[in-house]
């Protein structure tokens, strides 16, 4: 989930990128997903994610690691909604994560 900053209001912001770009930030979004997802394992290899977790408690991070897979899957979900409303086509059934290929979107 994504999680605003206290006092801020959600705004609008537009950006227009070609087909390249677009499917490069997919990919990357795709691609970090699964890769935190993998490391995280629900929790079970705490000795791999406990530095990531500590990282982010000292940067004063708003996000815990299962938030900032959440909030991930969150934004490749939305960016794939975007294509489909601007393309006008089906959503596509997009499961991030390790099962996850780069032709599944």
């Known amino acids: 989930m994504l999680i605003s900053q206290p006092g801020s209001d959600y705004q609008v912001a537009s950006i227009t990128l070609d087909a390249g770009h677009a499917r490069d930030i997919m990919l990357l979004l795709l691609d970090t997903y699964a890769v935190l997802d993998h490391l995280y394992l629900d929790g079970t290899r705490p000795q ?57 979107f």
């Open 48 to 104: 791999v994610t406990r530095p990531a977790e500590a990282w982010l408690r000292e940067s004063a991070s708003p996000y815990t690691l299962p938030a900032l897979i959440d909030a991930l899957d969150e934004v490749i979900n939305t960016i794939c909604r975007a294509e489909c409303e601007a393309f006008g086509c089906a959503p596509p059934a997009v499961t991030p994560g390790p099962a996850a290929t780069h032709g599944d």
